[in-house]
């Protein structure tokens, strides 16, 4: 073996060692300490009762023209809002966001419910996601919240999100 060949072999594996230490190094404090990690969210179960077996005849429920919001997790809710980049455009303390887009969340739907007709705050809210240009709020311009937002969520996504700025309210 000649000598260059040797130098060679001890200069790669002087530059190798180290280079394969830091990436280890490197790799293993980010894997512990902060790295990339992925949380699933579930929502739970609802809670069930068992009671007697009982007969009885009921009248037809009545055909309304309203639809309810259908109810949803609070909790489930903030991980929507945050995922789908609402507080990018809205505030609203408990998710931590100060948009200053859309209205301040904290405090406008019970006011904007109330302006529009006196509605029920968990369908006004429901509204203004699935169809935004329903009621525009004082002081913001019809069309800035993207019109097929709503459609975007799955069923559980808008009653989760629904439920979450309805508890949210001051």
């Given at each position: 073996?000649?000598?260059?060949?040797?130098?060679?072999?001890?200069?790669?594996?002087?530059?190798?060692?180290?280079?394969?230490?830091?990436?280890?190094?490197?790799?293993?404090y980010t894997?512990?300490?902060?790295?990339?990690?992925?949380?699933?969210?579930?929502?739970?179960?609802?809670?069930?009762?068992?009671?007697?077996?009982?007969?009885?005849?009921?009248?037809?429920?009545?055909?309304?023209?309203?639809?309810?919001?259908?109810?949803?997790?609070?909790?489930?809710?903030?991980?929507?809002?945050?995922s789908n980049?609402?507080?990018?455009?809205?505030?609203?303390?408990?998710?931590?966001?100060?948009?200053?887009?859309?209205?301040?969340?904290?405090?406008?739907?019970?006011?904007?419910?109330?302006?529009?007709?006196?509605?029920?705050?968990?369908?006004?809210?429901?509204?203004?996601?699935?169809?935004?240009?329903?009621?525009?709020?004082?002081?913001?311009?019809?069309?800035?919240?993207?019109?097929?937002?709503?459609?975007?969520?799955?069923?559980?996504?808008?009653?989760?999100?629904?439920?979450?700025?309805?508890?949210?309210?001051?």
């Open positions: 073996m000649a000598v260059g060949e040797v130098l060679t072999w001890l200069l790669f594996v002087a530059l190798l060692v180290p280079a394969g230490f830091v990436g280890w190094v490197i790799g293993h894997g512990s300490h902060g790295g990339t990690r992925t949380v699933t969210v579930a929502a739970s179960a609802p809670a069930t009762t068992t009671t007697a077996a009982t007969t009885t005849t009921a009248p037809a429920p009545a055909k309304t023209t309203t639809t309810a919001a259908a109810a949803g997790s609070a909790t489930a809710g903030k991980t929507v809002f945050l980049g609402c507080g990018s455009c809205h505030t609203l303390a408990a998710a931590g966001t100060s948009g200053k887009v859309g209205p301040d969340l904290d405090t406008a739907p019970t006011a904007d419910a109330k302006a529009d007709g006196n509605m029920k705050l968990a369908a006004f809210v429901q509204q203004s996601i699935v169809d935004p240009n329903a009621y525009i709020a004082k002081g913001y311009p019809k069309g800035v919240m993207p019109q097929t937002f709503g459609s975007s969520l799955s069923k559980t996504q808008l009653a989760d999100l629904v439920a979450f700025v309805v508890a949210s309210q001051k």
